[in-house]
């Protein structure tokens, strides 16, 4: 049914410019990876302000976000690896292109990639 979260949360040296809407909840304070002081990120915010709800599903596929939590990539029942990872492009892109951050996939990915 579902992996679990699929993007970690992101760790930027600062807010990428322009994003002020970042609610204090969705950021805090934390080290970057090979040190330094960064701003971690939701990922379940940026998803969801990227215009992402929950149960968001591409047109014909059963792979879908959760219907209780927009962080978790969910198979309905005979979606395929190639859906799973369209839905996953498709999100990432638009968090990419809405608030500039890119996601990274929590699962260990084989023999596919984003």
Same mark, same amino acid.
């Given at each position: #049914?579902?992996? @679990?979260?699929?993007?970690?949360?992101?760790?930027?040296?600062?807010?990428?410019?322009?994003?002020?809407?970042?609610?204090?909840?969705?950021? #805090?304070?934390? *080290?970057?990876?090979?040190?330094? =002081?960064?701003?971690?990120?939701?990922? =379940? #915010?940026? &998803?969801?302000?990227? @215009?992402? @709800?929950?149960?968001? =599903?591409?047109?014909?596929?059963? =792979?879908?976000?959760?219907?209780?939590?927009?962080?978790?990539?969910?198979?309905?029942?005979?979606?395929?690896?190639?859906? &799973?990872?369209?839905?996953?492009?498709? &999100?990432?892109?638009?968090?990419? *292109?809405?608030?500039?951050?890119?996601?990274?996939? *929590?699962?260990?990915?084989?023999?596919?990639?984003?």
């Amino acid at each position: #049914w579902s992996a @679990g979260s699929f993007f970690t949360n992101p760790v930027l040296a600062q807010l990428p410019p322009g994003m002020t809407d970042v609610p204090d909840g969705a950021q #805090w304070p934390a *080290e970057r990876p090979g040190g330094g =002081a960064g701003v971690k990120l939701s990922a =379940a #915010w940026l &998803i969801q302000s990227a @215009g992402f @709800g929950p149960g968001y =599903a591409l047109a014909g596929s059963a =792979a879908a976000l959760s219907g209780k939590h927009t962080l978790a990539l969910t198979n309905r029942g005979g979606a395929t690896a190639a859906q &799973i990872l369209d839905l996953a492009r498709t &999100i990432r892109t638009g968090v990419l *292109e809405r608030h500039g951050v890119a996601l990274d996939a *929590e699962p260990r990915l084989v023999g596919v990639a984003l």
